[in-house]
């Protein structure tokens, strides 16, 4: 870091980052104000919606992944998790169910390959 403090940051500091945004989110919730979630999973969207058409397919996915330096397979995974309706598009409530359940339920090993866990 440019200040000359040496910071390593570890598995464990992200998780208490997870939990501290997570608690963050609730005390949103319960103030009534808007989700910082959906807030980000909108922007993602945005981005992701390459067309322009108001959904997201896998190609368009692939693009997220390849920036986040993630296998471009990890799409498929990713997207037959989050395509709840199963109409080949993502529709923007999808992913931010996706995302919300990423940030704020507790870690389980099954959704590893969609969150990229395992890469």
Same mark, same amino acid.
């Given at each position: 870091l440019s200040s000359g403090i040496n910071a390593e940051y %570890? *598995? =464990?500091?992200? +998780? =208490? !980052?997870? *939990? +501290? #945004?997570a608690e963050a989110e609730r005390e949103r919730e319960r103030r009534g =104000? %808007?989700? @910082?979630? !959906? $807030? $980000?999973?909108? !922007?993602?969207? /945005? +981005? @992701? /919606? /390459?067309?322009g058409d108001g959904t997201v397919d896998v190609e368009e996915l692939k693009t997220m992944m390849k920036a986040f330096d993630v296998p471009q397979e990890a799409a498929y995974t990713f #997207?037959?998790?989050?395509? &709840?309706?199963? &109409? %080949?598009? @993502?529709?923007r409530p999808e992913l931010v169910h996706l995302f919300r359940k990423f940030w704020m339920e507790p870690y389980d090993p099954q959704w590893d390959g969609v969150y990229a866990y395992k890469y």
């Open positions: %570890g *598995r =464990e500091d992200w +998780v =208490e !980052a997870n *939990r +501290v #945004f =104000e %808007g989700s @910082l979630i !959906a $807030l $980000l999973s909108n !922007a993602y969207y /945005d +981005v @992701l /919606d /390459d067309d #997207f037959q998790k989050a395509d &709840t309706d199963k &109409t %080949g598009k @993502l529709e």
